[in-house]
């Protein structure tokens, strides 16, 4: 069979069977047909081609899926992955970098570019006017880019999931937790918010025709992750009279999850509850992602940026929000004579809101690894990562007798752990950053590791914490 090179190295890429390239073909039609409505290109029939665009993502993947593992025995198996050139920063690799990148940039900056045009029912244009029957079918109302992203996604994720189901089909855990993830992304974040809207559960005016304002009705998506909660115009509709009872639940349930929910299941049971199982970051990451967790730094100098980084985007994430209640309790807009919304909320909003979390955090996925947002920038991550490593019951605990320091489970750690220093001395595994995805211990040939919780004392083992020090890696005495 004839092999393309489509590397930058030179090396040559691994060639695909027969389905494989029926799946990849099925899979490029629904590329094509959002890259050529993202250039302009507007349907008469958009019922038709965007029949045609979600069907060609899900069957593509599902042919893809059975080329690549039917026949084979149930393992997980990822041969070729640093010969081909989109999992291994090859001329795919950095091609795909750019495409998603830039659908970041104009979905956040340049919604026009994307056809958006808010307004009346077939003022929309190309790719936003493509999902106007959907939004329609929902809301009523035509679609907004973020229609757009949010199905999208859901589509990504279930088509994918399903890949990632089969590829580790052999692995309980991986199976719960994937389908876990994707009725969350289709329930919670997808449909059960649209069907509200067309409701006009949050998404209504009053008797004077009056606009109610907008909330967030995913009930997954908490504060710090969901940054803007407590913005006036957000606090304002989940305490709108028309939008009651649900706002009030909303506005509750919110402050109950951050502050007693979040801290008790993560100190029970780690933050995998949340980053590997409900979220919808670590949804895509998880699925979408799931070719690219060898692409995450394993070096040193990785988990020292980590450490600050993403502790920083915290205490930005809290200062923006006192500045934000400040405001909102003392009906003011300025906080030591500076104004709260440009110089707290946009910048936030802009750097680590859009920027950061999309556009670095998803969109340099085939670059530096599915976890990026999740690694170095996301503050609900950062917030349970301190409950986890220093108050939870969670650990991963090492057989290291039986490690033959093969390093499967340091290469796949999508959160740049290395977790081979750790078996080779027998040592468990308390670190902030494990997401628990579990795939360190599903790669492991001598079953030497294992997700656990378990009582706090003794979690570190006999030798204490693995910290980093002046010196570097070395155990906490
Ligand atoms: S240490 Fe294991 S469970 Fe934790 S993030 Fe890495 S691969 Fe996932
Ligand atoms: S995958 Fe298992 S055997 Fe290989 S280095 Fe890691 S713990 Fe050791």
Known sequence: MAEINLSISGRKAQSLNLVQKLGAIIGLVAI?????????????????????????????????????YKGKTAGIKNDGVFH????????????????FTAFYIFLYWYPEYLGYASGVEGTNQGLVALFDPLSMFFKGKPASQWFVYGTLYTAIIISLGIKFIVKYRNNRYQVTRTIVVIVSQLFLAYLIPEILAGMNYNDAVDASGQYLGWYDTDIKNVWPLDYDFFYNW?????????????????????????????????????KRWYCSWVCGCGGLAETAGDSYRQLSSKKLSAWKFERWIINLVLVFVSIMTLATLYGYFMNT?????????????????????AAFSGVIGVGFYPILGNRVWCRFGCPMAGYMGLIQRFKSRFRI????????SCGNCSTYCEQGIDVRAYAQKGQNIVRSSCVGCGVCSSVCPRGVLKLENGPEEGRFGNEGPIVLGNDGFKLDQ
Do not use: E
């Open 32 to 68: 094509g047909i959002i890259l050529i409505t993202w250039g302009g290109l507007t349907f008469k029939n958009n019922v038709l081609w965007l029949s045609l665009l979600l069907s060609c993502i899900f069957i593509g993947a599902i042919v893809y899926t059975i080329g690549t």
């Open 84 to 99: 081909r050139s989109h999992t291994s920063r090859g001329v795919v690799g950095w091609a795909a970098g750019i495409v």
């Open 234 to 270: 957000h606090m304002d509709a989940m305490q709108a009279p028309a939008y009651q009872p649900l706002g009030m639940t909303y506005l509750v349930w919110g402050i109950f999850l951050f502050a007693i929910g979040t801290p008790i299941i993560t100190y029970y049971v780690g």
């Open 333 to 353: 807009n300025s906080l030591f004579g500076l104004d709260i919304y440009a110089y707290f909320q946009k910048p936030y909003g802009f750097i680590i809101g």
């Open 397 to 404: 605990t090492t057989n290291g007798g039986q490690c033959i």
